[in-house]
C-alpha cells in the first residue's frame, strides 16, 4: 500500500494514493484490509485519495468492502438526509455556520468506533472537514478536569418544539409518540410531554470512555456543543430569555444536574482548538475514521459541497459482556437538578 503521513507533525492522517491500474476502491480495500486497519489503529485516519468514487454506490461498495456493519442514525442531534442504506448527507447546517470538533454520537450511550466519509463535490471555498487527535485533546484538558467528567458523566436535556431546532419526528425517526416512548425506555432517556406540543427528553451518559484495543481513556462527550454557550454569550442569552433556562432546545449540565462551569467549557473548547488540521477535499476522497481517537468537524465553505457519511462498527459503553467501558451512570433516567 502506497501511504504517506498527510501532516509530518501529526501521527494522524495517513494518505494512501490509488495507483495506474488499480484504482477500482473496493479491490484496494479487499486487498489491503488488514494494513488498512492497523493503520487505523495506529494513525486514527485513513484518507484514500484517486480512486474512481463518483457516488453513493461507489462508497457504499467501499463500505461493504471493509466489512464493516453500517449503523442507523437515530436520536438524532443533525439534520441529515437519507442517500442510500445507511448513508446519509453530511449534516445539513447552513454554510455560513462552523461545525465544532467533536467524536460522532458521543452524547449517547452507543456509538460508532469508526466513521467513513466521502467527498462528491468539494466546496468552491472553504468547506474543509477538520480532525484532532483525541490523545492530545485529552491530554491538553488536563487530567484533573478528565477526572470531573469522567466521575460525573453528562447529562443531556433536550426540549423539542415545532419550528425549533430538530423536531422529534427527525430525532426519533418516526411519527407515533408511542414509538418513541419505546426506544426511549430501551436507551435508558426519560421522556415526558411538558404540553401537547412540548417534549422534554433527558439522558446521563459518559463524559470520558476507554478505547476498546488501545484501552486509553479520552475525553468522549459533546457538552461542548450542547451547553446553551456553544451560540456564543449573546445567542446563549437570547435562548434563555425566549425560553427559559429550564426549557432550552437542548443544554448540558454535569450528570449529577450541576451547571457545567463556564471555565471548565472554555478549557475544552480550547483544547480541541488548539489541536485541530485541516486538509482541503478532492473529488473522489474517502476518508475513515477510528471515532474514538480522532475528533472531526466541519469548515464553513461556499458554493456546492456534497459530502457523504456513514456510521460504522457499533459500540456501546457496556461493552459486550455488559460492563461499563466508561464511567457507570445514573441508569434511572433524569439528572437531579
Not at 442504506?85 to 454554510?95: L, M, Q, S, V
Not at 430569555?241 to 450541576?258: Q, V, W
Amino acid at each position: 500500500m502506497n501511504a504517506a503521513l498527510m501532516f509530518s507533525d501529526q501521527r494522524m492522517l495517513l494518505l494512501a494514493r490509488a495507483q495506474p491500474g488499480g484504482r477500482d476502491i473496493a479491490s484496494f480495500v479487499q486487498a489491503h484490509g488488514p494494513e488498512i486497519q492497523s493503520a487505523l489503529l495506529e494513525h486514527g485516519a485513513v484518507l484514500l485519495r484517486g480512486f474512481e468514487v463518483r457516488g453513493v454506490e461507489d462508497f457504499a461498495r467501499f463500505i461493504d468492502a471493509t466489512g464493516l456493519k453500517r449503523i442507523e442514525y437515530v436520536y438524532r442531534s443533525t439534520p441529515r438526509t437519507a442517500v442510500g442504506d445507511k448513508i446519509f448527507t453530511a449534516t445539513e447546517y447552513p454554510p455560513q455556520q462552523e461545525i465544532l470538533l467533536h467524536n460522532e454520537n458521543a452524547y449517547q450511550r452507543d456509538w460508532p468506533l469508526k466513521v467513513a466519509f466521502c467527498c462528491l463535490i468539494p466546496a468552491k471555498s472553504g468547506g474543509a472537514t477538520p480532525l484532532g487527535d483525541m490523545r492530545q485533546i485529552t491530554a491538553a484538558i488536563g487530567p484533573r478536569l478528565l477526572e470531573r467528567f469522567a466521575e460525573r458523566g453528562v447529562c443531556y436535556v433536550r426540549h423539542y418544539r415545532r419550528h425549533i431546532d430538530l423536531s422529534w419526528q427527525v430525532v426519533f425517526q418516526t411519527q407515533e409518540p408511542e414509538l418513541v416512548a419505546e426506544f426511549c425506555r430501551a436507551e435508558g432517556i426519560a421522556h415526558e410531554w411538558l404540553d401537547s406540543e412540548i417534549l422534554r427528553t433527558t439522558q446521563v451518559a459518559h463524559g470520558a470512555a476507554v478505547h476498546p484495543v488501545t484501552a486509553e481513556r479520552i475525553y468522549f462527550n459533546q457538552a461542548h456543543l450542547f451547553h446553551v454557550t456553544s451560540l456564543g454569550s449573546a445567542g446563549a442569552k437570547s435562548l434563555i430569555e425566549l425560553f427559559g433556562a429550564d426549557r432550552l432546545p437542548r443544554h448540558a449540565t454535569y450528570g449529577d444536574g450541576a451547571e457545567i462551569a463556564s471555565e471548565d467549557l472554555e478549557q475544552v473548547r480550547s483544547a480541541f482548538r488548539r489541536h485541530e488540521v485541516s486538509f482541503p477535499w478532492q473529488p473522489g476522497d474517502v476518508l475513515l475514521l477510528d471515532n474514538m481517537q480522532v475528533a472531526h468537524g466541519r469548515r464553513p465553505f461556499r458554493g456546492p459541497r456534497k459530502v457523504l457519511a456513514s456510521l460504522l462498527d457499533a459500540r456501546s459503553r457496556y461493552g459486550a459482556e455488559g460492563r461499563p467501558i466508561g464511567v457507570p451512570v445514573h441508569h434511572g433516567e433524569k439528572c437531579e437538578r
